[in-house]
């Protein structure tokens, strides 16, 4: 990153130059593609007045601080642009986990589509659709509750392994779970 430094009324010393610099460092560790910083330090009676712009692709960060003190006006100045980059960040990446899960769902969405097949179109335009997700091989109910309680579903339609009977074992509201005999 290019840094260019400006001293209104007053020299630029390297201590000065020196912990602007550090700064500017740490805080391209957060934010990729910075291109450029201009820090202006300017001094009128008493105020010390420091004054910091970071450029980079798309984003522009800049702090003002005014102090007795050049040393903490340039600390305070820096905080204010740390703070913006650490919210530019974050924002970012809660955008990015946002565009994840909705690619990831979308991508679900077909992927059950795919796998319902057509069985029968009712009168009002409905359609009864066939799902492969159950399994067809003979178990018992504490294979089906561990199976139930490992899916996303709120049933498991399984044949019984003792009896050879077809049985459903659904999810209760208070948490336990239900089961539907034939007779």
């Known amino acids: 990153m290019k840094v260019a430094f400006t001293g209104r009324n007053l020299v630029v010393t390297p201590a000065m130059r020196e912990l602007a610099t550090d700064r500017l460092e740490k805080l391209e560790h957060w934010l990729d593609g910075l291109s450029e910083a ?68 979308k991508g679900t969405e077909t992927k059950d589509m795919v796998e319902e097949i057509v069985l029968a179109t009712l009168a009002d335009g409905k359609h009864v659709l066939q799902d492969e997700a159950y399994t067809r091989k003979p178990m018992t109910l504490e294979e089906a509750a561990l199976q139930l309680e490992a899916g996303e579903r709120d049933f498991l339609m399984f044949r019984d392994a003792a009896s050879q009977r077809f049985a459903v074992l659904y999810r209760r509201p208070e948490g336990n779970y239900g089961l539907i005999l034939p007779e």
């Open 38 to 105: 201009h820090v202006i330090l300017a001094k009128e009676k008493y105020r010390h007045i420091a004054e910091v712009v970071v450029k980079g692709k798309n984003l522009v960060l800049s702090g003002t601080q005014e102090t007795e003190d050049m040393y903490a006006s340039i600390s305070k100045a820096m905080e204010k642009v740390e703070n913006q980059a650490r919210r530019h960040r974050e924002k970012n990446t809660v955008a990015r986990r946002r565009r994840a899960r909705k690619s990831t769902s």
